[in-house]
Nanobody, 123 residues
Framework: QVQLVESGGGLVHAGDSLTLSCAAS????????MGWFRQTPDKEREFVAG????????HYTNSVKGRFTISRDIDKNTVYLQMNDLKPEDTGIYYC????????????????WGQGTQVTVST
């Protein structure tokens, strides 16, 4: 399985921005659907954003549309999540995940996961 390492989390105020990075140990474009998920103690792990193997299609959960952007850097084998206008409800541990099979927004559809990076948004 491809190894994934997230970075970029931190403590910010509402309205601030953060960019998360996910470095992969192998080529991901055309090989993996990539996704970002987040989890809090009170919620199950939820889908946040995804990008298809070809990078043509992007998916976002409704609560982050217009604020978050997922992208790939082909040369660096890296996926990013640009998060703007952060809200307290965005707080959670963010995980990068890779799916080499059919697309799914369920965590069960992704076989490779990073260690997670904490994002905390204060009021």
């Amino acid at each position: 399985q491809v190894q994934l390492v997230e970075s970029g989390g931190g403590l910010v105020h509402a309205g601030d921005s953060l960019t998360l990075s996910c470095a992969a140990s192998a080529r991901i474009r055309n090989n993996y659907h990539m996704g970002w998920f987040r989890q809090t103690p009170d919620k199950e792990r939820e889908f946040v954003a995804g990008i298809s193997k070809s990078s043509i299609i992007q998916h976002y959960t409704n609560s982050v549309k217009g604020r978050f952007t997922i992208s790939r850097d082909i040369d660096k084998n890296t996926v990013y999540l640009q998060m703007n206008d952060l809200k307290p409800e965005d707080t959670g541990i963010y995980y990068c995940a890779a799916n080499s099979a059919e697309w799914s927004t369920s965590p069960l559809g992704f076989g490779s996961w990073g260690q997670g990076t904490q994002v905390t948004v204060s009021t």
